[in-house]
């Protein structure tokens, strides 16, 4: 089974400073995707980025971004130029790209928890 | 756009109550989840669907059943509740299972066993 670990319970960053928040995950597969939600107080769930492990080029959104490192089975958001709007939980999460039981099924870190300041 | 929509939003139970917490979605979604989010342990996964008339076991089934007699709408149902279910319950939807297809998820709903 897939394990995901968000090592950071809780972030702080000044308004228009970079944070990088830290994930790892095991797994023996070599085909998966990796995602980043962000969950503010209203606790919606929204989808910031999405990772295919077959593509080596690290995604972009914006002012996020992610180093995949997939040897290492890491996979890091970095938000540049925090804004208030931040502020949130932010989970990792992990899906099996094979079939089979997998298929379709999340896999979840802790959670983070960011608070960006004034 | 209504999305993913749960019903009730918040629910106060006393112990050995049942009820059912109801999620619709209205993209034509094939599958549909149900998730429990515990403080300090992400989401976790309670029963999940891949089409009308079929539903799974995910990592935490016990104390829960579920149906999805339409394919719009997804039941999740504790027949006897316990204060161990106290909890926030989303739900979520997608086309299929890759990655390339999201889920998409309802704003939770707030639950208190007393």
């Known amino acids: 089974a897939q394990t995901v670990t968000q090592s950071q319970p809780e972030m702080s960053v000044q308004e228009a400073e970079t944070v990088t928040l830290s994930c790892t995950y095991d797994?023996?597969?070599?085909?998966?995707?990796l995602f980043w939600y962000k969950q503010p107080p209203s606790r919606q769930m929204i989808l910031v980025i999405r990772?295919?492990?077959?593509?080596?080029q690290n995604a972009t959104e914006n002012r996020f971004s992610v180093n995949f490192q997939k040897a290492a089975k890491s996979f890091s958001l970095k938000i540049s130029d925090s804004q208030l709007g931040d502020t949130a939980m932010y989970f990792c999460?992990?899906?099996?790209?094979?079939?089979?039981?997998?298929?379709?099924?999340?896999?979840f870190g802790q959670g983070t928890i960011l608070t960006v300041h004034p | 756009n209504a999305g993913v929509t749960q019903t009730p939003k918040f629910r106060v139970l006393k112990t050995g109550q049942s009820m059912t917490l109801l999620c619709a979605q209205d993209?034509?979604?094939?599958?549909m989840y149900w998730y429990r989010q515990d403080p300090g342990m992400g989401l976790r996964l309670i029963h999940y669907?891949?089409?009308?008339?079929?539903?799974a076991k995910g990592e935490v089934p016990d104390g829960y059943n579920v149906s999805r007699l339409k394919k719009q709408n997804f039941l999740l149902g504790l027949e006897s509740a316990a204060p161990s279910q106290t909890s926030v319950y989303f739900c979520?939807?997608?086309?299929?299972?890759?990655?390339?297809?999201?889920?998409?998820f309802g704003d939770g709903t707030r639950l208190s066993i007393l």
């Open positions: 797994t023996s597969e070599n085909n998966y995707y």
């Open positions: 993209m034509n979604h094939e599958y």
């Open positions: 979520a939807s997608s086309y299929g299972g890759q990655g390339s297809q999201p889920q998409h």
């Open positions: 990772q295919e492990a077959y593509k080596q």
């Open positions: 999460a992990f899906l099996s790209g094979a079939g089979g039981t997998s298929y379709g099924k999340l896999t």
């Open positions: 669907s891949v089409g009308e008339g079929t539903t």
